[in-house]
Nanobody, 120 residues
Framework: QVQVVESGGGLVQPGGSLRLSCAASGSIIRIYDMGWFRQAPGKQRELVAVINNGGSVNYADFAKGRFTISRDNAKNTMYLQMNSLKPEDTAVYYC??????????????WGQGTQVTVSS
C-alpha cells in the first residue's frame, strides 16, 4: 500500500507565493515520475509540472517562469514553489506519483489534494 499526502495549500493574495509538498510512503521500491496537477471548479484536471527520477522537468505553459518543481529522492518527497500567483491559479492541487519495480513503472497514486486560493 502506498500513501500520498499533499500539504502547503492555503489562501494567498495575488502576487504572493506558496510552497506545496507531496510525500509518498508505504511499500515503495522505486518512484518514477512525480507530478503536480490542478483542477479548478468546472474545469478538467490539468498538468502543472512533472519531474522524473533523474531530475528532468516539464512545465505547463502557464507555470513556466513562475512555478518550480523539485524532489528529494531520499525522502520520497516532491515540492512545488509557486510565485507571482494569480487568481486564475485558484484550484485544488493534486500530487501524482508513479511507482514501480526496478524494471518498469507499474502503478500511479494520487493524493487527496490541497486547496490553493488566490484572492485579495
Amino acid at each position: 500500500q502506498v500513501q500520498v499526502v499533499e500539504s502547503g495549500g492555503g489562501l494567498v493574495q495575488p502576487g504572493g507565493s506558496l510552497r506545496l509538498s507531496c510525500a509518498a510512503s508505504g511499500s515503495i521500491i522505486r518512484i518514477y515520475d512525480m507530478g503536480w496537477f490542478r483542477q479548478a471548479p468546472g474545469k478538467q484536471r490539468e498538468l502543472v509540472a512533472v519531474i522524473n527520477n533523474g531530475g528532468s522537468v516539464n512545465y505547463a505553459d502557464f507555470a513556466k517562469g513562475r512555478f518550480t518543481i523539485s524532489r528529494d529522492n531520499a525522502k520520497n518527497t516532491m515540492y512545488l514553489q509557486m510565485n507571482s500567483l494569480k487568481p486564475e491559479d485558484t484550484a485544488v492541487y493534486y500530487c501524482n506519483v508513479a511507482i514501480g519495480n526496478w524494471l518498469r513503472r507499474t502503478n500511479d497514486y494520487w493524493g487527496q489534494g490541497t486547496q490553493v486560493t488566490v484572492s485579495s
